[in-house]
């Protein structure tokens, strides 16, 4: 095969390309990188993706790295289904809601950093936890009000076609639950959530499905 996917069954970056490739139909061979055993910083990852993140995706002759821009490749490579609309306003909007996301909320509360706040700081669970909610009410609570005042979701986040944007939202709405994250102050964050779960594409790439998952 000639599409492999690096990956890591809770990465949420990872989730969102699972969910992507899915969608689109895109066969491809997962190659499984252990994140707790540090293996994205050793060399012979490294190599392929010197950043030393997930996911990483290779398409034929080509590598692809950071998962919004590799959704926007595939739905240029690939256009259908899209995942990105054709009209140049519900473009913004997909592309503001996958940001407000992907640059906003996920650098925060992603490993390396509570990592960091930990060995530099001496955050201890429940420091932690509590800066991870901190983050995902600062984000859910203007990207809720957002989608509700653009009067453009749905079914989804976009009308009723699932895009890009759904594809962030459910990785990080499933970390937020991991965390006990309280997000009953987000209705229509959740019931989104909750109807791109039903669909096959989003159940395939769900980390408890995953080989690696433990």
């Known amino acids: 095969m000639s599409r492999h996917l690096y990956t890591f069954f809770r990465s949420s970056t990872s989730f969102r390309l699972r969910i992507a490739l899915n969608y689109k139909g895109l066969d491809y061979e997962p190659h499984y990188v252990s994140l707790p055993k540090m293996e994205h910083r050793d060399p012979a990852f490294t190599k392929l993706n ?39 306003n519900a473009r913004h909007y997909v592309r503001a809601v996958s940001q407000a996301i992907g640059c906003e909320m996920h650098p925060l509360n992603n490993v390396r950093v509570l990592k960091h706040i930990k060995a530099q700081f001496g955050a201890d669970e429940a420091a932690t936890k509590a800066w991870y909610a901190h983050w995902i009410k600062e984000g859910f609570t203007g990207l809720e009000d957002y989608m509700k005042r653009s009067g453009l979701a749905g079914q989804y986040c976009y009308g009723d076609s699932i895009t890009m944007a759904d594809i962030c939202l459910v990785p990080q709405v499933a ?35 995953q080989k690696d998952a433990f």
């Open 50 to 88: 010197p950043q030393g993140l997930l996911p990483l995706l290779i398409d034929g002759d080509h590598s692809y790295i950071q998962s919004m821009a590799i959704i926007e490749y595939l739905d240029e490579a690939y256009p259908n289904p899209p995942l990105i609309p054709k009209d140049i």
């Open 175 to 209: 970390n937020a639950q991991r965390f006990d994250c309280d997000l009953s102050p987000y209705p229509l964050v959740t019931a989104i959530a909750e109807r791109c779960l039903q669909h096959e594409a989003f159940k395939k790439a769900d980390p408890s499905t």
